[in-house]
């Protein structure tokens, strides 16, 4: 670890590499990469041939694929690897909406999903499906009943993320998987930010979900490897094409490493998920309860029913983009909402959703803590982050100070 003195404003202080920014990616943990090795160097061949080291290669892709359906709950036949996240969703989404087609072609989703849900949902509607966007409250909580409200006789899937990615609000996924399994729609579920932190059991808890979507990334595995889950019984289109590779679901020869990878991971995450939790969470309050303290910002999501290490806040007089340059500067590596930050000349969609106008949604800030993480970590950015925050704000003409946070 890198440090040095620096100066910002009249303070001296030792700077700290912070890493707060796990909603985005995860590093890989050392046991992770460990067990990765031998499918690198020694354990090369193909899956699909017949000498040792592509057998080798074979078994360890049915002992992940145990290991993933240990951790959710499941049968590991309903377990099938992709190659990360966005695949899993758009496989989910196109191939119901293409093999459930003669049946109906409306769907039903949510104004805060992640682009990998939004994305495919705008392109199935120019090939002549119908699609329901539902609002959220002010919380971004999706209500069940506007769910139900929304269904047409001609609706083959409703797609509601587990939790928000920016604003950590956890979604009433088994009341509308309820409301899906009622009405005989296909229900999925984008469960990339909850691996670790809530227990999933889709034989029992979650026994309404038909589709659930993860990338390994999110929980200290490696980058490019996901998994779709697929209820035993559920049809839907191949979204790959060309050899029989994943039960002849998912064509392509596959990455042996980072399905290892990923099995392992996602053991070592689910291990402990309640002691994880409480870890996070206390340092978690004790960092919420500080940036509060900050006049003129707001946290963003729900205040209760929200991911144990997700924090987003608005700034009001402070540009997004500039605030998340300054805290690198000092160490600090978050993210933010702001159009540059995504290479959008809009605001957060998210945030939009909520009712934030633009120009306090662009002062947003999401932090959001790992295992990395340490009280050091919370002292250091409650150090930084009041300073920073008046800094950016004397230079707006626009400032007014004397207002109280509103939480």
């Not at 909402?337 to 969609?349: D, K």
Request: net charge negative; glycine share 10%.
């Amino acid at each position: 670890m890198r440090k040095t003195l620096i100066s910002l404003g009249v303070l001296m202080r030792e700077k700290r590499f912070v890493y707060m920014d796990h909603a985005a990616t995860t590093s890989i943990k050392p046991d992770v990469a460990e067990s990765m090795i031998p499918f690198l160097k020694e354990y090369f061949g193909n899956p699909s041939s017949l000498y040792s080291i592509g057998r080798e290669g074979k078994e360890a892709i049915e002992t992940a694929r145990e290991q993933l359906a240990k951790a959710l709950g499941a049968k590991p036949d309903e377990i099938y690897f992709t190659s990360g996240g966005t695949e899993s969703d758009n496989w989910a989404i196109k191939g119901t909406a293409f093999s459930r087609q003669k049946k109906g072609k409306h769907i039903i989703t949510t104004s805060i999903e992640h682009h990998a849900v939004l994305y495919p949902c705008e392109y199935l509607e120019g090939q002549g499906f119908d699609v329901t966007y539902l609002p959220v409250d002010r919380y971004g909580l999706v209500d069940p009943a506007e769910v139900e409200a929304a269904l047409k006789e001609d609706t083959i899937l409703i797609s509601v993320m587990y939790a928000n990615n920016e604003i950590g609000t956890i979604e009433p996924i088994q009341e509308i998987g309820k409301v899906a399994k009622e009405h005989d729609v296909l229900f999925h579920t984008d469960a990339m930010q909850v691996i670790g932190a809530v227990q999933l059991d889709m034989k029992q808890k979650h026994k309404d979900v038909d589709m659930l979507s993860l990338s390994s990334h999110k929980f200290y595995g490696p980058k490019g490897i996901g998994a779709l889950f697929l209820k035993e019984g559920t049809q839907i289109d191949n979204f790959m094409h060309g050899g029989g590779q994943e039960r002849g679901k998912r064509a392509g020869t596959e990455n042996v490493a980072g399905i290892v990878g990923m099995g392992k991971a996602i053991e070592l995450a689910t291990a402990n998920i309640e002691e994880h939790n409480e870890i996070i969470i206390k340092m978690r309050d004790r960092l919420l309860s500080g940036v509060l303290e900050i006049p003129n910002c707001r946290l963003n999501g729900h205040p209760e029913k929200r991911l144990p290490g997700n924090l987003n806040f608005s700034f009001e007089f402070v540009e997004g983009e500039s605030l998340l340059l300054m805290l690198d500067q000092m160490g600090i590596c978050s993210s933010t909402g702001s159009a540059c930050s995504s290479g959008s000349l809009e605001t957060s969609h998210v945030l939009r959703a909520i009712g934030l106008p633009p120009e306090i949604a662009q002062g947003s800030l999401r932090l959001t803590l790992g295992d990395a993480n340490s009280k050091e970590d919370i002292d250091y950015v409650l150090d930084v982050l009041p300073e920073t925050v008046g800094k950016l704000r004397n230079m707006s003409p626009f400032y007014n100070p004397g207002s109280v946070c509103e939480k």
